[in-house]
């Protein structure tokens, strides 16, 4: 193909991914792959003083475990690299030049002290602070001589005047700009290093990038992007700004105050990423028709950049737990064993084999099983009253336990065997079992206690009722 469709991601290393940046990542992958184009991964990490170590490589295996593969990029390497912006260094040098001899970038000295004072005039005279562009007014001798002289700089985009600016985004339609209301934005940092307007430019530019998905965070940027595009005579990629995230239960931004918003945290909670990959496709996009369960091989086909929503997506939980759920169940056993194991490192292999028919319905994310089997790896501590949570007479309860010990000496029919123990001593169910299950788990809320306890074992359980003992004896 002449022109194949190139998209890119373009993190930046200063955290975990933001599972928007995975659904962006998502989009991009599936336009790409549809089109038989080219997914590639740059990393932006520009922004020296933001910089997480580490968090560059936990992104990349991120998106990896998230199955989006990168055509071009880092540790793979391609035909437009280097893929990591601080490697790229002289590439911008060069191109920032030839802004600066055309005259639509300009150096400029002011020190941090003189441009606060600046921005706090504006800010009392209730202007938006902008830079003053008092350095614009130099003559090339001042510029030479201060160069010369060694005095620290920056270099400046040059913003016309009161000239409205119209871009066709892919998801908003035509968005208008006003340059005054641009700031002649620093393009070159002091330290020799670009800023990521700049950067992104002349990457997407360099790496032939034709679509480039990103969050409407971004959109305020447009101006700014356009005016170097066109100073440089370089063909815009088409843009879409992705609508943001909603929490339905907090007001404003997913927050992580509310739960985990990292691709990788997620993971880590137990959440498959089959069924988050199908859950952030409906977010931002709709196929127009009821259809829900989505592969990554279907979404790829049906992906149609006219059916992203302008709307905010709202990012529900509920319903990731839902899609969780149908993944979860649809697991071969082998994975099922494999994420039980995971989640349980302490549980033997035989333990597992005994939990997985009993917990698989149960469970919503995997990370459940952690809390809901504790009670198999220690004895966790609770009241004499919970055990009595019923309003079951202390004697009662001692007896309904002593007696169920005596049945612990083999495993087999449990259910059977204390269902008739029950009835022979015309016990109530309901109270037993509040009296049992909190003796055996320490807690009233429980996975399915008498299924749970060939994992838990003859002594241990004994032991858990004599403590239970214990507690209801003093
Ligand atoms: N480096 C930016 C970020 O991490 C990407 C913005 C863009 O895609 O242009 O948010």
Not at 28 to 35: E, F, G, M, T
Not at 156 to 180: A, C, Q, S, W
Not at 274 to 290: D, I, Q, R, S
Not at 451 to 456: I, N, S, T
Request: charged content about 25%.
């Amino acid at each position: 193909m002449d022109n194949p469709i190139r998209t890119r991601m373009a993190p930046s290393p200063t955290g975990e991914l933001h599972i928007g940046s995975l659904r962006t990542a998502l989009y991009d992958y599936a336009l790409a792959k549809q089109q038989q184009g080219q997914f590639i991964l740059r990393i932006e990490d520009t922004d020296q003083k933001r910089y997480v170590p580490g968090s560059d490589t936990r992104l990349l295996q991120v998106l990896k475990d998230f199955g989006l593969n990168w055509d071009e990029g880092p540790e793979i390497g391609g035909q437009y690299g280097p893929y990591i912006q601080t490697e790229r260094l002289p590439i911008y040098q060069q191109y920032l030049k030839e802004l600066i001899d055309k005259g639509d970038a300009y150096y400029c000295f002011c020190t941090e002290e003189k441009l606060t004072q600046a921005r706090e005039i504006q800010k009392a005279a209730k202007k938006i602070p902008r830079y003053d562009r008092c350095c614009l007014k130099l003559s090339p001798q001042q510029v030479k001589e201060n160069l010369a002289n060694g005095i620290p700089y920056v270099v400046r985009m040059k913003v016309p005047e009161n000239e409205t600016l119209i871009f066709n985004d892919l998801v908003r339609g035509e968005v208008k700009f006003n340059t005054n209301d641009v700031d002649d934005q620093v393009l070159m940092k002091s330290n020799g290093i670009p800023t990521y307007h700049f950067a992104v430019v002349v990457d997407d530019h360099l790496m032939k990038i034709t679509h480039v998905f990103r969050g409407e965070e971004w959109l305020p940027s447009v101006p700014k992007h356009i005016l170097l595009y066109r100073y440089f005579g370089w063909e815009m990629p088409q843009h879409a700004h992705l609508s943001i995230f909603l929490d339905p239960s907090h007001p404003g931004k997913m927050s992580k105050r509310y739960g985990t918003v990292s691709a990788q945290g997620f993971l880590a909670e137990g959440y498959l990423p089959e069924a988050m990959m199908n859950f952030l496709m409906l977010l931002g996009w709709n196929p127009g028709t009821e259809k829900e369960i989505y592969s990554l091989a279907e979404f790829i086909n049906d992906f149609k950049i006219e059916r992203l929503n302008k709307k905010p997506a709202i990012f529900d939980r509920k319903k990731l737990d839902y899609f969780n759920g149908i993944y979860i169940r649809q697991l071969s056993s082998e994975k099922l064993f494999d994420y039980f194991k995971k989640f349980l490192p302490q549980a033997s292999d035989d333990q597992i084999n005994i939990l997985m028919p009993v917990l698989k319905e149960r469970i919503i994310k995997f990370s459940d099983l952690v809390s809901s089997t504790k009670f198999l790896f220690e004895d966790l501590d609770y009241s004499k009253e919970l055990l009595l949570k019923k309003g079951t007479d202390p004697k009662l309860a001692i007896e309904m336990l002593t007696q169920a010990k005596n049945l612990f000496t083999d495993f087999s029919n449990l259910q059977t065997r204390i269902m008739d123990l029950i009835k022979q001593n015309n016990w109530n169910t309901g109270e037993f079992f509040m009296v049992f299950r909190v003796a055996i788990c320490g807690s009233e809320y429980t996975p399915p206690v008498v299924d749970c306890l060939p994992a838990l074992g003859q002594e241990a359980t004994i032991r858990k009722i004599d403590i239970a003992l214990n507690k209801l004896l003093n």
